[in-house]
Structures are given as C-alpha cells and as structure tokens.
C-alpha cells in the first residue's frame, strides 16, 4: 500500500501534461496551482460580488482589506491528515501549512457598505459602488 502511494505522486510527476504545465507556468500562479485563491467577480449596476472558495478555512484565519481601491484578502491554512490502512496502521501523514493572499483593483467602492459572508467554503463579498455625480455639460469660456 505504501508503495501505491509513493507510485501515484511519482505517475504525476512524471505526466508529461503535469510536467509541460510546470515548465510553462513554473511558479507563477495559475489554474494547475492548488495554493491560488480561486475567485469569481462580477461587476453589477450597482456593485461588485466576489466569490472565493476558502475550503477548510475557518472566519478567525481570513483578512480582508480595501484601500486605494484594491479589494485585499489573506488566508491562513494549518491542516493536518492521517491516512491509515484497515488494521489501523499508519502509512502517511500529511500537514499542510500555508499563507495565501489576492488582491483586486475594484473602484469607485462605498467602503462603509461592504458586506462579506462564509457560507459551504465559499466567501462571498459585496461591494457596493459608490453613487456618481450626475454628469453635467462644461462650456469652454
């Protein structure tokens, strides 16, 4: 069993898919990256809504900012995971320990109005847009 293990983490490395997006991307974040902060953000009339996924991340471990209109979050992550056969033995033991963080430019935001809710893993935030000054016509003196 503990062979299997060991031989599935080398199958991935050596995945000519797995390898090629890791010598394309290297260490820049992107979809094939498991430590990004997975997000959605949809401009409305009115607001922005952003979803992020923040599986097995508890409120205590989640910063948000906005300033200079740039929406900021920070997470920490401290897991830890067994893995053990019928007989109880145990075979691997796994910890997971890490920060991620994003930022994004949203502007014309009404600081005072954001809301932000946990719910399932997802973190939803909504920004609300700031009202605009009626446009008006300028006469050239």
Avoid: C, W
Wanted: hydrophobic share 30%.
């Amino acid at each position: 069993m503990a062979n299997e293990i060991t031989n599935e983490a080398n199958d991935r490395r050596l995945d000519p898919f797995d390898r090629l997006a890791r010598q394309f991307f290297g260490n820049y974040p992107s979809t094939f990256n498991d430590k990004v902060l997975r997000t959605d953000i949809k401009e409305r009339e009115h607001d922005y809504v952003v979803a992020i996924d923040v599986p097995g991340i508890e409120k205590k471990d989640i910063h948000l900012n906005y300033d200079n209109d740039t929406l900021s979050i920070s997470v920490r992550k401290d897991s830890f995971g067994d893995h053990e056969d019928k007989d109880g033995n145990l075979l691997m033991s796994e910890r997971h320990y890490g920060r991620m963080s994003r930022s994004y430019r949203l502007p014309n935001v009404d600081s005072s109005s954001i809301t932000a809710k946990n719910d399932n893993g997802i973190l939803t935030i909504t920004l609300p847009k700031r009202a605009d000054s009626a446009a008006s016509h300028i006469e050239i003196e």
